[in-house]
T-cell receptor
């Protein structure tokens, strides 16, 4: 079955630490990949997306993600986190021609000042 | 401001009640969606409407009944729910079907508690 896995449910970092959140999908065909973020008390919003081309995608607020097809992964990274990055992060995938976005279960990030 | 407004933000209902959730988008989008967000579970797609036509019902129980009178409004009618239906219900919209742009715009959600 098509699925998206986020292995870390909770991550705690200190400010200025580097961040990498894992995301894997299970599908061998064409995929479009997304990271959404939900700040406390706010709505889900798009952080970045990959459709095609350069597998290293840059998003808002200094985030980037790398699509590695051989590993079925789309990990989210940020070299130096800030307290304001405290949020829940969701990886999502659209597989082949489907209009469904399949979401992972989310990773809660807490950044300590 | 997300451009997608959901009301009510919080709802408590008994299992025999009938209530409705409302979603309105001010973005001129053509597709609207209902998602269910439960604790520690992935977001679950419930329904998709494209140009007011339902294009997806993701095996949702009939106690949830969607209605899309126009491209800007989406309702979720609730009837004889179960306690396990307690969750955050998210409405989203997109310019076209998600396979074109990929981006969904979400509302802040309606937190439903079924007693």
């Amino acid at each position: 079955a098509q699925s998206v896995s986020q292995h870390n449910h909770h991550v705690i970092l200190s400010e200025a630490a580097s961040l990498e959140l894992g995301c894997n999908y299970s599908y061998g065909g064409t995929v479009n990949l997304f990271w959404y973020v939900q700040y406390p008390g706010q709505h889900l919003q798009l952080l970045l997306k990959y459709f095609s081309g350069d597998p290293l995608v840059k998003g808002i607020k200094g985030f980037e993600a790398e699509f590695i097809k051989s590993k079925f992964s789309f990990n989210l990274r940020k070299p130096s986190v800030q307290w304001s990055d405290t949020a829940e992060y969701f990886c999502a995938a659209r597989m082949d021609s489907s209009y469904k976005l399949i979401f992972g279960s989310g990773t809660r990030l807490l950044v300590r000042p | 401001e997300t451009g997608v407004t959901q009301t009510p933000r919080h709802l408590v209902m008994g299992m025999t009640n009938k209530k409705s959730l409302k979603c309105e988008q001010h973005l001129g989008h053509n597709a609207m969606y209902w998602y269910k967000q439960s604790a520690k579970k992935p977001l679950e797609l419930m329904f998709v409407y494209n140009f007011k036509e339902q294009t997806e019902n993701n095996s949702v129980p009939s106690r949830f009944s969607p209605e899309c009178p126009n491209s800007s409004h989406l309702f979720l009618h609730l009837h004889t729910l179960q306690p396990e239906d307690s969750a955050l219900y998210l409405c989203a919209s997109s310019q076209d079907r998600v396979e074109i742009t990929g981006e969904l715009f979400f509302g802040e959600g309606s937190r439903l508690t079924v007693l």
